[in-house]
């Protein structure tokens, strides 16, 4: 064997186990989960990550529970990580005051100054003006730009085609969606600009934070600086037509931002409100795709659930004038449509999981978790736990129907705790629109009925939902 190929193997062999007796020396005193760290910097990111890819991250994280139990530890994305289960983690990690949300270092290194990354004062201000803008009273306000966005995506995209590649149209839409109410900006070129970028940036927030070129998180790092040029200029244009009353407070994201500010309500530099537009315009397309991308999915297979969704959606389409837009109170009439949406958030979470760091040593079922440590909680555990949910693998959107019954905090899709999802109304909004113009104009096939699906890090079918599109001609009133 080349002597340079048996010193790597030694390497490979004698830094888990030098890492290991530093660790056991400097926590000596400390009861640590079980499970190892691996590799310095890299420990078991790669094997996740591969699983995340796989779609076989359940299984992933059955195994380790299977081995080491409900708490472990391991190192990944960067750090010594304890890796929680169950609702009793889930509320543990969501409100416990010690944990401070964190994100894995790349999204650190891409996000900027944002409610992402600050703590204390700084935190609360920006949590509660994006709380403000995302808040159901607002979204009232603006859903008539979802209703246009939806519509007119459909016009140009589903129209006359006889196949979609449904998840591909679905991220264009959330995206528009959101540019629309972020910057207001219609359909054109900065759109098209932005739309490539932000997936690129999206795929590095889960990459190892190592800064060589060609990397996932070199891309990711180079777009998100152009992704920041192009919002400034943007926020100073929208400043400025503030300034001349060529726009109101209402307009959006960056004008209800710049007003406040002027007011004196918070203090954030055009900066601070472009970090933070990154935030909502990541956080609200991506996530909010998967869920319509996997709705589409589900209902192609669930005909009596379609039925029902469609005669929920013609009811409300019949109590308005031809064409007029729907309002926040066609929407809270959506009961059914939500619920099968909630089914497929339990099915198919778009986010994997949750991650916070100790501010100091604490304790959890009897282990210590370092100050610094990492913690991390995967949602689909709880999601997919028959001890919770009976058969669980079955798409049953009935289980929603008495909601109590389902115990606290084994279905989080949106978090919860003082950092849950504050775009969670937003989400529904949209998503239900977006239900609303398709149930009623389509009817749909998968064109590949064992597509297999890949976290990259959101859940995505692997060829983008290629589905046989059939026209659906909506029936009159029954009783016009
Ligand atoms: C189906 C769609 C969505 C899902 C499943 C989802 C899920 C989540 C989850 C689980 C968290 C908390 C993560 C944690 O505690 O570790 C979160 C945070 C967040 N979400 Fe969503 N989200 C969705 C849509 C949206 C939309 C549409 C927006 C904005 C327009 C948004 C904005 C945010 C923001 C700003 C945070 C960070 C909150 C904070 O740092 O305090 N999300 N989301």
């Given at each position: 064997m080349d002597a340079s190929i048996l010193f790597a193997l030694l390497l490979a062999l004698f830094i888990p186990i030098l890492l290991h007796l530093v660790i056991r020396h400097k926590y000596s005193s400390y009861n640590l989960p079980p499970g190892s760290l691996g590799f310095p910097l890299i420990g078991q990111s790669i094997s996740l990550l591969r699983a995340l890819h796989s779609n076989t991250d359940y299984q992933w994280y059955q195994d380790r529970i299977k081995k080491y139990g409900p708490v472990s530890k391991m190192s990944v994305f960067g750090s010594p990580t304890v890796f929680l289960t169950g609702p009793v983690a889930n509320h543990f990690v969501f409100s416990n005051q010690d944990l401070i949300f964190t994100q894995t270092k790349a999204v650190n290194a891409l996000m900027g100054r944002s409610i992402l990354t600050l703590s204390g004062e700084e935190l609360k201000q920006v949590r509660s003006v994006l709380q403000g803008f995302l808040k159901p009273e607002m979204v009232a306000k603006y859903i008539w730009k979802m209703d246009e966005e939806v519509k007119r995506h459909i016009d140009l995209n589903w129209v006359g085609n006889k196949t979609v590649t449904a998840a591909l149209l679905a991220k264009r839409l959330t995206f528009n969606i959101i540019c629309s109410v972020v910057f207001g900006q219609g359909a054109g070129p900065i759109r098209e600009a932005l739309v490539t970028d932000f997936a690129t940036m999206i795929k590095a927030t889960l990459s190892i934070p190592v800064n060589i070129p060609f990397t996932k998180f070199n891309k990711g790092l180079t777009t998100s600086h152009r992704i920041r040029n192009l919002l400034r200029r943007i926020a100073r244009e929208r400043e400025a037509a503030l300034q001349q009353g060529l726009c109101s407070s209402d307009d959006d994201f960056f004008t209800y931002m710049l007003s406040l500010r002027s007011e004196g309500v918070h203090s954030l530099t055009v900066e601070d409100i472009v970090d933070n537009a990154i935030v909502l315009l990541t956080a609200g397309y991506e996530t909010s795709s998967v869920l319509i991308t996997f709705l589409l999915r589900y209902l192609a297979n669930e005909p009596d659930i379609l039925s029902k969704i469609t005669e929920e959606q013609d009811e409300i389409a019949w109590?308005?004038?031809?064409n007029e837009p729907l309002t926040w109170d066609d929407v809270s009439r959506m009961k059914y449509t939500w619920k099968v949406a909630m089914e497929t958030l339990r099915t198919t979470s778009p986010l994997f999981g949750s991650f916070r760091t100790a501010l100091k040593d604490i304790e959890y079922q009897g282990y210590h978790i370092p100050k610094g440590w990492q913690i991390f909680t995967a949602q689909t555990v709880t999601h997919l736990d028959a001890k919770y949910f009976?058969?669980?693998n079955k798409f049953d959107p009935a289980r929603f129907g008495n909601q109590s019954s389902i115990p606290p905090y084994c279905f989080v899709p949106f978090g919860?705790?003082?950092?849950?999802?504050?775009g969670n109304e937003f989400a529904r909004s949209e998503t239900l629109v977006a239900m609303h113009y398709l149930v009623r104009q389509f009817r749909w096939k998968l064109c590949c009925k064992e597509e297999g699906c890949r976290r990259d890090p959101m859940p995505n079918p692997v060829l983008g939902l290629p589905i046989e599109l059939e026209t659906r001609t909506p029936p009159e009133h029954p009783r016009s």
């Open positions: 109590n308005k004038r031809p009976e058969d669980p919860g705790g003082p950092r849950m999802c504050p």
